[in-house]
């Protein structure tokens, strides 16, 4: 391999520090920036999401400042094809997705490694929070988890392949938040206070169904709140407004706290129920991608897995399924709360991602 890299900066305190030790490191870096939206869109500056154009005059100083060329690349067609759409489509079909997760495959470690390859780059860097490592003796390249656990960022990135973790650097491992910031202080670095982004980048406002309904001029139908029984509780404002596990804003006087347990499409309903009956002990899953094994073994794994960014991992047994091959079947030791379809479920053996999937 060459020493060449492409940075990923997003204009964050995170991939200005990933760039600036990748410098220090003696590569040769190229900070690049991915235009993912539309001119009208990249004017938006908020202090908790990425992609403005504040963003890109952020990742430009640093890019400067550390001597390195640097490029904005536009990938606006791609991201709306495989990032926008599919969250759209997604919410449609009564899931709840995680486009982060997307972001990360078809942008981040698709195009960007894509573009690597054609400026001879070896290297793709990032500023997220894990560590890459190899199997002696297996010779896989294995996802682990960040020395911090507070920022631990492997759940979104389970996707990731063999050929991408062996070409992929993430320099901030190993290091605490505290530390990052630190270091971008230390070198007086425009963004070292800047918040980290917290929304979805391209729902500027966190009004996941206005902007669902105004950029595919499709309205929802408002429709009628149920109880486990099939009794009516009152109306909803249609189904892309609420999620598995939503107790709050339901427009409803109730006397006992109801939670959302499951939405029909095609009855347009919303049915509530009570605490217990968002638990579940089982679920399916698709569109696997596994890393420390090259695949699910005959007789199944013990691990750990974590149902949505941020959940605390629980034990659990992972089977084929017996009625599709490319689906498995998850069984918790206890049972879990709003399990939820279009989230990732991401199976863990200690420190290491063992592979993850779409849950359905």
């Known amino acids: 391999m060459n020493n060449k890299a492409l940075i990923a900066m997003s204009g964050g305190v995170d991939s200005s520090v990933a760039a600036y030790l990748m410098k220090e490191a003696g590569y040769e870096c190229t900070g690049i920036t991915m235009k993912l939206f539309t001119n009208d869109d990249a004017c938006i500056s908020r202090d908790h999401t990425c992609c403005s154009l504040d963003d890109v005059n952020d990742a430009r100083s640093v890019a400067v400042s550390l001597g390195m060329p640097y490029y904005v690349l536009n990938f606006t067609e791609e991201f709306n094809e495989k990032i926008i759409r599919k969250f759209i489509d997604s919410y449609e079909r009564g899931e709840t997705p995680n486009p982060c997760i997307d972001c990360n ?8 490694f894509v573009k ?32 911090d656990p507070s920022k631990d960022q492997t759940y979104v990135l389970y996707s990731m392949t063999q050929y991408q973790l062996a070409h992929a650097v993430f320099p901030l491992g190993g290091m605490t938040k505290t530390h990052t910031r630190q270091i971008a202080e230390d070198h007086g670095f425009v963004n070292a206070k800047k918040h980290d982004s917290q ?28 109880d486990m029984e099939g009794n009516v509780l009152g109306r909803h404002r249609g189904l892309i407004r609420y999620t598995i596990g939503q107790r709050k804003g339901l427009g409803l006087a109730l006397p ?12 347009n309903t919303v049915t509530l129920g009570l605490e217990q009956d968002l638990l579940s002990d089982t679920l399916t ?12 073994p005959a007789e199944g794994m013990r691990c750990t897995a974590m149902t949505r960014y941020r959940k605390k991992e629980q034990p659990c047994t992972v ?8 689906r498995v079947k998850v069984v918790f030791d ?4 709003a399990i939820t379809s279009g989230q990732a479920v991401v199976f863990y053996d200690g420190d290491k991602v063992a592979g993850g999937g779409t849950i359905v």
């Open 116 to 147: 690597a390859q054609e400026l001879g780059a070896d290297h793709v860097a990032t500023g997220h929070y894990a560590r890459i490592d190899r199997d002696a003796e297996t010779g896989r390249w294995l996802l682990r988890r960040s020395a």
């Open 105 to 112: 495959r078809y942008m981040k470690f698709d195009k960007l």
């Open 256 to 267: 006992q706290p109801m939670y959302v347990v499951s939405k029909s499409i095609p009855d």
């Open 334 to 337: 206890s049972p879990q709360r």
């Open 319 to 326: 089977r084929q399924d017996e009625n599709d091959p490319d």
């Open 199 to 226: 929304d979805i980048c391209f729902v500027v406002d966190g009004d996941y169904a206005g902007f669902i309904e105004s950029y595919s001029g499709r309205k929802h139908l408002p429709g009628d709140f149920i």
């Open 285 to 296: 899953a698709k569109d696997l991608n596994w890393i420390s094994v090259e695949r699910l």
